[in-house]
């Protein structure tokens, strides 16, 4: 290596640690503007579920090695979908880590039937975390990136018969919402209703370091991200803005079975995340208090918006804790385009049936 090369390296090393190392929970509480105990809770909570992302990230990288980390349980989850023991693993490490938080009296995930109620803390633990331990499962066997998505809620009202129902409200009402991408690197990405911050795993330190501030996605963006294999599955509405995309210029195809990595694309680089209910699960697969929401949450506190289709997807209201929505996610622009595309086939419905009556 070349002096000069040698040189710059040192310089860029120095000046790696010159840098001023926000933390997430110190980045928390600066964004609260308040050291209050509401600002502590949240800083508190924060750094909970950055603890559990890294318990989760390092079992990952080793999944190969370790005993007992890939493959299916043999069980179904409620959502009758076949348990990875990933899944389960992950769902364990939040359990146990908010145990410990004294903050949360309940947690309601993909893999349990009913929220988790956790009765020493409910004297005064105040929030209710929801989350999907490990997104995008089926990438966990093949080394390819997978997620965890979160969203906490004040605990409001009473739930007798523990089915989470004071949890039927808009996706408005949550505090705090985001995800945690296990790529090449880990990064937590996360709101609190004051912009969306990303933040990356430093393995070597342990810790959450802040790597961008005010993330704002782009107004539109070439990105559509769909499982085309559902084509005939859908309506008509969404076979035309199909087909649209494949006849204009400028757009691509990017899936990667994992909503968490196919919204981090899309929130950096723009563009729209479709998944629309089919002729066998018209509300689609995606469940809205838990993946629908907070990613809602999370791109439009981007500047971008998310939908059903029908309504404002921040609007919708559950009847039940693992609910379905079809989902429109992205950037302001090419969420609007698939959306018109559904107004068109309503209004064409509508004329349709006054045609004939
Ligand atoms: P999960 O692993 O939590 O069940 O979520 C998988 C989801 C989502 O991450 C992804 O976008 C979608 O399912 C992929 O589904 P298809 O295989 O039907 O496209
Ligand atoms: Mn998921
Ligand atoms: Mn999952």
């Not at 929030?127 to 906490?152: A, E, K, Q, R």
């Not at 969404?238 to 694309?265: C, K, M, P």
Request: hydrophobic content about 40%.
């Amino acid at each position: 290596m070349a002096d000069s090369d040698t040189a710059s390296l040192e310089l860029s090393y120095d000046y790696a640690l010159d840098r001023d190392c926000t933390t997430l929970s110190r980045h928390v509480l600066q964004q609260l503007q308040s050291f209050g105990p509401d600002a502590q809770d949240l800083s508190a909570l924060m750094s909970r579920i950055a603890l559990a992302a890294k318990l989760i990230s390092r079992r990952l990288s080793r999944a190969g090695l370790v005993e007992g980390a890939l493959g299916f349980t043999g069980d179904i989850n409620v959502q009758g979908e076949a348990v990875k023991k990933m899944d389960l693993f992950a769902n364990e490490v939040f359990i146990a880590v908010f145990k410990q938080s004294g903050l949360v009296c309940r947690l309601a995930s993909e893999e349990m039937e009913k929220p988790y109620y956790i009765p020493e803390n409910c004297p005064i633990g105040r929030y209710t975390l929801l989350y999907d331990p490990i997104d995008g499962s089926s990438n966990v066997d093949i080394n390819l990136n997978v997620g965890s998505i979160f969203s906490i809620r004040q605990q409001s009202g009473d739930d007798p018969d523990q089915t989470g129902a004071d949890l039927f409200q808009p996706g408005h009402r949550q505090l705090a919402a985001g995800y945690v991408l296990y790529g090449p690197s880990t990064m937590l990405v996360y709101s609190i209703g004051t912009g969306v911050h990303a933040f990356t795993l430093d393995p070597s330190l342990g810790e959450f370091i802040l790597s961008a501030e005010n993330i704002q996605i782009p107004k539109h963006g070439p990105v559509y991200s769909v499982n085309e294999g559902n084509f005939w599955q859908w309506d008509e509405a969404i076979r035309d803005f199909t087909r649209y995309v494949h006849r204009h210029e400028g757009y691509t195809a990017r899936y990667s079975g994992a909503l968490v990595g196919d919204i981090h694309r899309i929130l950096l680089q723009g563009g729209v995340f479709l998944y629309p209910g089919t002729l066998k699960d018209p509300e689609g697969k995606l469940r809205l208090l838990y993946e629908s929401a907070p990613l809602a949450f999370l791109i439009e506190q981007a500047g971008g918006s998310a939908s059903t289709g029908l309504q404002p997807l921040l609007d919708a209201i559950p009847t039940h804790l693992h609910q379905r929505t079809p989902l429109i996610i992205g950037s302001k622009e090419d969420v609007a385009l698939v959306e018109s595309f559904i107004q068109e086939q309503s209004l064409n419905e509508r004329d349709r049936v006054m045609l004939n009556s």
